[in-house]
């Protein structure tokens, strides 16, 4: 079995981590749990796990400096990084510590089990294809945190944003070496996958959309990224083209939006510019379609989420606030019983969910 050790400050981020995660089906097992840096190196160099799962911000010795010093003694361990701020500071530090991924709190677990496999696919692979797995994951390492600001620019439908990621992402490839073809082809093909996504995620068509292995493409880091540019800004257009342009609102892709993000800030606001139409109209179509307006729409879908959250008692309260979009805890009770007319812990209590 693949022995995992969990650090965070936090119990109840803990106990959400070993809740989500698929660990027998993943051939792994927990074998401990510390609070912060100093005791997660005891218990390291006495449990010898295989892969460390750590918040960033905790008191005393912190992630950036476990990390740090697990690099140093021990290279082998494979680390996930979980952090409640998107900082992009923080990581930065994950991939300079060779960090197999970075998750946002609240944890996904879809994320939190892909970053898993990835971890035992490395663990296994090692031992054959050391030298090359290692290049390729420095590729990967370096490229998490530009894909997280590529996702958020995609969704603002922000081409500017776009450009100025990837020219940032390629001053950083020449300054790592990652100028030969074989690297810069993996770079195209990890971001046409997210660009894919993307497109799927927006109800788009991706089938034309493919990795090119033509050495013109992958010459050099500038056509590379020219490549790409061009690729995800054709794609914003498209959208752009798509709902603005459109003879009448399609408010079942503004629906279908707000489902897949409720759990983000999602307001009216943005909404209407993302749909191009006055947030007036688009009230008033939605309501008149659905029965509800956004804000009581968005509300419904977290509620629902939350009761659901609830049949798991691993779950705390305070981590269904976090999953649901709610950072404040005392208001996110108070608008769950408003909700259902009786507060999430005495649902849960009483066996109502």
């Not at 089990?113 to 663990?123: F, G, Q, T, V, Y």
């Not at 709610?326 to 007319?341: A, L, M, Q, S």
Request: glycine fraction near 4%; charged fraction near 25%; proline fraction near 3%.
């Amino acid at each position: 079995m693949i022995k995992v050790l969990i650090v965070d400050d936090e119990s109840w981020t803990r106990d959400i981590i070993k809740a989500f995660g698929e660990w027998e089906k993943l051939g792994m097992e927990i074998v401990g749990e510390a609070e912060d840096g100093q005791e997660a190196l005891r218990k390291t160099e006495e449990l010898q796990p295989d892969i460390i799962i750590t918040d960033m911000r905790m008191p005393g010795t912190d992630g950036v400096q476990l990390l740090q010093l697990l690099q140093e003694q021990y290279p082998q361990i494979k680390t996930i990084v979980i952090s409640g701020y998107d900082y992009f500071q923080y990581a930065k530090h994950a991939l300079r510590y060779k960090a197999m991924d970075y998750l946002l709190k609240p944890v996904d677990p879809k994320e939190l089990d892909s970053a898993l496999s990835n971890c035992k696919n490395s663990i296994e692979s090692a031992q054959t294809e050391r030298s090359v797995f290692t290049l390729d994951l420095d590729i990967s390492y370096l490229l998490a945190a530009y894909k997280q600001l590529l996702k958020t620019h995609f969704n603002e439908l922000n081409k500017e944003g776009i450009t100025a990621t990837l020219i940032q992402m390629q001053n950083e490839l020449e300054h790592n070496g990652i100028t030969k073809p074989a690297m810069l082809e993996q770079v195209v093909q990890e971001l046409l996958l997210l660009l894919k996504e993307l497109k799927i995620a927006n109800s788009q068509d991706s089938e034309g959309l493919h990795a090119p292995f033509g050495q013109e493409t992958v010459e050099s880091s500038t056509n590379t990224v020219s490549f790409l540019i061009y690729h995800y800004a054709a794609t914003i257009d498209q959208l752009t083209q798509q709902r603005k342009f459109k003879n009448k609102l399609n408010l079942d892709e503004v629906r279908l939006y707000m489902d897949k993000h409720y759990t983000e800030s999602v307001t009216l606001d943005q909404l209407a510019r993302a749909f191009f139409v006055s947030k007036e109209y688009l009230s008033k179509m939605f309501k008149q379609e659905y029965g509800r307006n956004v804000t009581d729409y968005l509300l419904h879908l977290r509620m629902v989420k939350a009761k659901e959250w609830l049949l798991d008692e691993s779950i705390p309260i305070k981590a269904i606030a976090e999953m649901a979009g709610y950072e404040d805890i005392t208001y996110f009770y108070r608008v769950f019983k408003k909700h259902f007319g009786v507060a999430p812990g005495e649902m849960r209590k009483n066996g109502e969910v």
